[in-house]
């Protein structure tokens, strides 16, 4: 199946074949470069990434075994003006996406005037009673944000997905970058590239800056809360707690102890100020969301409301990134923010509208079409690349239970070329950007994690389903 | 530290030992088993003995030979006693507590692991056993340097002598232990080939055959042989060196955390004990007596330590 039309915007090559400004320099340098060479480089990253352990673990059949995301060396690039551009749209998103928050666990203003309906926020799972007329430290929700983006055209970037709740990939934008330097150190003095690597620090200096009042007077205490070693992103986890110098805890080293949630030390147990966890909201707190569940700290959430911790991202963010709501995210920066959003959305049929259903129904064959609580890639239909049948089992699904999802257009993803040995050839892409909050201000790296579908015409880039990541490179001038 | 680290690098220290012990004891045993002809069997008998792995060996085997017990011991998923296995527990504590590691020494513990399943991916030969022994080594030494090289001198490295020390000992004592008896005076053992050749195999298995010959002149007698293991604190898989290292450590841990723990006093009661005794009160005492003491006393330190230091709750 070949979905690459002429429609398709590659961010290298324009229309007559010539190199756009961002690929210039780095195609001077990749010209002069020996082709086997490279090829080579590209098996010693393979090993550099095994050896120390840059691994994702995979659930279901292969339980416990450690796989590597594909790595392809040659880098999207992105120049500096449409890097500045763009991060005014997501700041805009970001800052929308915190107030959002929290009128929806306040006064719910956003639906008093009429702009969200209020049957989305009903019996959505995401949504916390937990949370209703509490405020965050500093005010901040959503800590650490991961915006999905696409590119359709030059100045053409539209936003797939948010991530509100824990967003990973950081790892792999640093050490890609890490990596690169490594394997092709006279590039960067050739290309002048923005800086990745202050990402760990920028996100200790803002999770210290959203430390509750019980932190006042020392050094806040920070922690990364992990499920554990045989968690797809541990790696992740182990990465930026080492990075940031944090304890990597798991919820059985920590119990809620004289009105603090406290870790147990060689030395006995001390308190925690900030817990960046990477885990659910359903297994933060046994006594509060999941009486079942073995894992969380009991009792955790009576102490956040109490100003005991910070946790980060707060609790209840999902219902930001729902995709129940993502449609009506235009509404959304526009109610708090007052400006246009400077970053469009995908268009976006909701099937719990009979109008939309029809349409979507009757275009099955041509849409992208996704489950409201699903993510990864399971569970959807892309509407080109399906057969007869599995479209015919789809509609089924969908017809049953229309208000379960949502449908768009099959996106020309822009293409970005990888490393094959018959040269370059283009692949469809996405980026995330990670973007820091703190009552100090918002913070973006330039940047992000490029995902790379490396089938030929293939749409789908999750590491899950046979993608790659790059180096992802702003031009510094 | 957490609690949780320091018992994941303790353990990761001590299944390295265990693996490295293992090679070796396998690799004094292949040796005897060459030198030995006929009754080879035996030998690899009494190598499943000193590991006490012969009722698990007897469940999925019905005869003792070279490369059953040799594959066994190194490679079988059945076995978690395994070199392979503990190799694997070391690794899975390390990225437990990756964040307490020096880059280098994950590294080096993740390479091990590598290389070692690599190598033993299919069956071994007899013919490749001597190399894969080494390679074992190699990759145990690998991680001690890169530990000793690289770590910062804080608790962290503490945690992970005090494993190696408690392991080591705990080694030495099970394979004097198990040959206990060719130790002991009889009239059969004057000269005999066959003593001379068990001799040669304990030391072979805590790697002091050469250093044994170059202290006492490449003379072997019985009651050397367990002063040298149990008493000379120059040979590092001497019970007397492990229980010193154990002291520096445990030092370092009271200085760094100011206060000292069941554990320090425990220690200092055993580390007096060794330090006090004679060989020939040893062997007055009984050796076999000795030797179950001592690995009962080892193992209620570990316990402490355990215990003292919050490992779990």
Redesign the interface.
Known sequence: MQTTTRATFDEMLDEDGGIRPAYRAFRDWYDAQDKAWLAKQGQVAESVFRRTGITFNVYGEDAGQERLIPFDMIPRIITRDEWTRLSRGIEQRVRALNAFLHDLYHKREIVKAGRLPERVLRDNDAFLPEMVGFTPPGGVYTHIVGIDLVRTGPDDFMVLEDNARTPSGVSYMLENRETMMAMFPELFSRVRVQPVSDYPRALARSLAACAPEAAAGHRPVVSVLTPGIYNSAYFEHAFLADQMGAELVESSDLRVMDGRVCQRTTRGWQAIDVIYRRVDDAFLDPLTFNPTSMLGVPGIMDIYRAGGITIANAPGTGIADDKAIYSFMPEIVEFYTGEKPLLKNVPTWRCAEADSLKYVLDNLKDLVVKEVHGSGGYGMLIGPTSSKAEIARFEKKLRARPENYIAQPTLALSTVPIFTKAGLAPRHVDLRPFVLVSPKGIDITPGGLTRVALKKGSLVVNSSQGGGTKDSWVLAE | ??????YGIFWMFRYLERAENTARLLEAGFRMALTRGSQSDEEWRSLLTTLGLAAAYDDRFDETTGPLVSNFLLRDRENPASVLAMVEYAR?NA??V??ALT?EV??AT??AW?ALCEAMARPVRMAQLADLLALVRRQAMLVRGALEGTMLRN?IFNFARVGTAIEAADNTARILDVKYHVLLPSVAWVGSTLDNAQWEMMLRSVAGERVFRWLNAGTLDPRGIANFLICDGRFPRSLAYSYSKLASNMNGLARE?GTTLRSHALLDSAVTRLQAQTIAEVFEFGLHEFLTDFIAANRNLADAIAAD??FI?
């Open positions: 530290m957490l609690g949780r680290t320091a899975t990225r437990m990756r964040t880059r994950w590294e993740n390479e590598m608790e955390h230091y919050r709750e």
